[in-house]
């Protein structure tokens, strides 16, 4: 027989649930990957497109913005699939605010606008990279890019 049930805990304690094995369908110790997590809020992004995205817990995935003629990287910023639907079928960069939790077409209040001149998701659907016609400053600091920090780089040995 299973273990007794753990005590209740008293308001603001942690109690640990062992939580029992599921049966495996195709034997024991087969590994399985976790199924990723699905959009979070309502989205008409085209579903073969959604079924390739590998969002985090929060629905998101990584969005690497370029300047589409240099390649030169803009910035990072955060996209859910109605966001990269609405990017998609407008042409302006749209994002995710994980702080405001809304959605913010880029340039819609700075003038700094995103013209989208292509989109391609990773090998692995956990990122898309955004090729962008840039006006102005893509940095919320004025700077071309939000990538202007360089750090210190010391070489190791060299591998052949």
């Known amino acids: 027989m299973g273990a007794p049930p753990p005590p209740l805990a008293g308001a603001g304690?942690?109690?640990?649930?062992?939580?029992?094995d599921l049966p495996d369908a195709d034997g024991p110790g087969t590994a399985h990957p976790p199924t990723p997590p699905g959009p979070v809020r309502?989205?008409?992004?085209?579903?073969?497109i959604a079924a390739r995205l590998r969002r985090t817990a929060d629905g998101l995935v990584?969005?690497?913005?370029r300047q589409y003629d240099s390649g030169d990287v803009l910035m990072v910023a955060w996209m859910?699939?109605?966001?990269l639907h609405r990017t998609l079928t407008t042409g302006r960069a749209t994002y995710w605010s994980r702080s405001r939790q809304e959605y913010w077409v880029k340039?819609?209040?700075?003038?700094?606008?995103?013209?989208?001149r292509s989109a391609a998701?990773?090998?692995?659907?956990d990122a898309v990279l955004i090729s962008v016609d840039q006006v102005g400053p893509?940095?919320?600091?004025?700077?071309?890019?939000?990538?202007f920090e360089e750090l210190p780089v010391t070489p190791g040995e060299e591998k052949p």
């Open 42 to 48: 309502p989205s008409a992004l085209d579903p073969a």
């Open 138 to 147: 893509a940095c919320h600091t004025g700077s071309r890019t939000c990538f």
């Open 80 to 83: 859910d699939d109605e966001a």
């Open 13 to 20: 304690q942690l109690v640990t649930v062992p939580v029992p």
């Open 107 to 116: 340039g819609a209040t700075s003038g700094h606008h995103q013209y989208v």
């Open 62 to 65: 990584a969005a690497v913005v």
């Open 121 to 125: 998701l990773d090998c692995d659907g």
